[in-house]
């Protein structure tokens, strides 16, 4: 898991979380993981950024990536990476 707190620049700063990813299975294997982010922050957002490996894609079931991750709000990530340097991601956040 990941808390996001409050950044030292202040109250009302938004920041960016990049989740970048590497060392994906070798060929043949999967090998999944689950990601769970707290926005610890009574006020802010925090913008979620997601960096595909080199020569490899970075897919989201069911749509877009999300941008943000709301103030006081828990978001899930469920990600498999996959051989060929492909991650695919299930995205779902408190509303």
Not at 22 to 44: R, Y
């Amino acid at each position: 898991s990941i808390a996001c707190k409050t950044p030292s620049a202040g109250v009302n700063t938004e920041y960016t979380l990049s989740i970048a990813f590497d060392n994906l299975p070798a060929t043949g294997f999967a090998k999944n993981i689950m990601l769970v982010i707290f926005n610890l922050t009574s006020t802010t957002a925090v913008k979620l950024d997601f960096v595909a490996p080199a020569d490899g894609k970075v897919r989201f079931i069911g749509g877009n990536p999300p941008a943000k991750l709301a103030a006081g709000k828990a978001g899930v990530l469920a990600i498999t990476g996959w051989p060929n340097t492909n991650v695919l991601i299930g995205y779902s956040a408190e509303v």
